[in-house]
C-alpha cells in the first residue's frame, strides 16, 4: 500500500496539518470519568512505512467503542500496542492511567489480566476441545480449582449460546461459532477492557447482528472499556457507543456515536455511508 501517496486528494496533504483531521484526546465526558485508554502523539514505523503518524486517541470507559477506518491504516496495530505487543517509537500509550510501554515484562503480564482480546478468527488451539480453550486464560493466570474454573466456563459458554458445545474440537465450528467461543474466551478472567478485531468479518448479515447483540447484552452486564474494530457500517451502527475514525495513522474525527454519524467532515460522511464517491480512493 502507497502509504506516502496523498492519492490526489486535496485533503490528504503530507504535512499532516490538513483540517479533516479533529483531535479529540483530552475531552472531558459528560460521566466525568477519565478515558480507559489514551493515545498521545503515537509514531510506529516498520522499516519505511510509517503507519501510525502522531495518533492521538482516547477510548471513553463503560463504553463500546468502534475504530474504524481503512483496510491498512494501522487499526490491528492500535490493538497491539494497548496489550504491550508492539511499542510506539514515540509518543504513549496509556491505560488506566498507566504507560503501557514502560511496563517492566512483569508489570506487563499483571496488566494482561485486565484484557480479553477476541483475535479475527477465535485463535483457539486446534488440538484442544472447545471447553478446554476456553478454561485455558483460567489454568494459566489463575490459582482457581477445577470446580471454581467449571463453574466460570459454564456460564460464559451459556451467555455465548455453546452450552453443550464443549466437548467439540474448533474444526468441527463453524466460524460464528469459533467467534462465540473466542468471546467467552476473552471473558473468562472478567476483564475490564475488551479488544474486538474484526469479530464480524467472515460472518453472514443474520450472525453479525447476533454477534453484535451478544457483545451488547455482555457489556451491558460487565460494564468496562469494549473496543471493536470493524469494517462493517452496519456492526458500527448497531453497537458502537463511541466512534473513531482512523485514516493514515491517524484520527479523522471521533466522538459519540450519533455525533460521528451526522458529520459534516467529507471523509467521514463518505466512510459512514459506504460510498464510492469522495475523497477516500483505492489508494
Ligand atoms: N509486524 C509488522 N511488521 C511490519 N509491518 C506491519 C506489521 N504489522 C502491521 N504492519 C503494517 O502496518 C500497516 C497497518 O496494518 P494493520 O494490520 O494495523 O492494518 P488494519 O488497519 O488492521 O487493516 P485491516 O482492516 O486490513 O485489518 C500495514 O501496512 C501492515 O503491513
Ligand atoms: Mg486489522
Excluded at 138 to 147: D, G, M, P, V, Y
Excluded at 214 to 236: F, M, P, Q, R
Amino acid at each position: 500500500m502507497a502509504e506516502e501517496q496523498p492519492g490526489g486528494s486535496p485533503r490528504a496533504d503530507g504535512d499532516g496539518r490538513g483540517d479533516e483531521f479533529e483531535f479529540h484526546t483530552g475531552t472531558i465526558r459528560p460521566s466525568r470519568e477519565p478515558d480507559a485508554i489514551e493515545f498521545i502523539e503515537v509514531h510506529k514505523s516498520f522499516g519505511r512505512n510509517h503507519v501510525l503518524r502522531g495518533l492521538n486517541m482516547a477510548l471513553p470507559e463503560n463504553s463500546i467503542s468502534m475504530i474504524i477506518g481503512p483496510s491498512g491504516t494501522g487499526k490491528s496495530v492500535c490493538i497491539k500496542h494497548i496489550v504491550g505487543l508492539l511499542y510506539p517509537d514515540e509518543g504513549d500509550v496509556i491505560v488506566h492511567g498507566k504507560s503501557i510501554p514502560s511496563l517492566s515484562d512483569a508489570e506487563l503480564f499483571e496488566a494482561r489480566k485486565k484484557f480479553g482480546v477476541l483475535f479475527q478468527d477465535g485463535a483457539l488451539f486446534g488440538s484442544l476441545t472447545l471447553w478446554d480453550n476456553i478454561a485455558f486464560p483460567l489454568r494459566q493466570h489463575t490459582e482457581k480449582s477445577e470446580e471454581e474454573i467449571a463453574e466460570i466456563v459454564n456460564r460464559r459458554m451459556r451467555e455465548v449460546g455453546l452450552g453443550g458445545e464443549g466437548a467439540k474440537m474448533p474444526n468441527e465450528l463453524s466460524g460464528g461459532m469459533r467467534k462465540r467461543a473466542g468471546f467467552a474466551r476473552s471473558l473468562v478472567l472478567d476483564p475490564e477492557i475488551v479488544l474486538f478485531d474484526e469479530p464480524d468479518s467472515g460472518l453472514d448479515p443474520v450472525r453479525t447482528a447476533l454477534l453484535c447483540e451478544l457483545i451488547k447484552e455482555v457489556h451491558a452486564e460487565n460494564g468496562g472499556c469494549y473496543v471493536v474494530i470493524t469494517h462493517d457500517i452496519l456492526s458500527a451502527r448497531r453497537v458502537g457507543q463511541h466512534i473513531s475514525v482512523l485514516w493514515k495513522g491517524r484520527i479523522v474525527e471521533s466522538g459519540p456515536a450519533d455525533e460521528l454519524f451526522e458529520s459534516e467532515n467529507p471523509f467521514v460522511r463518505q466512510f459512514l455511508s459506504g460510498a464510492s464517491a469522495g475523497p477516500l480512493g483505492m489508494e
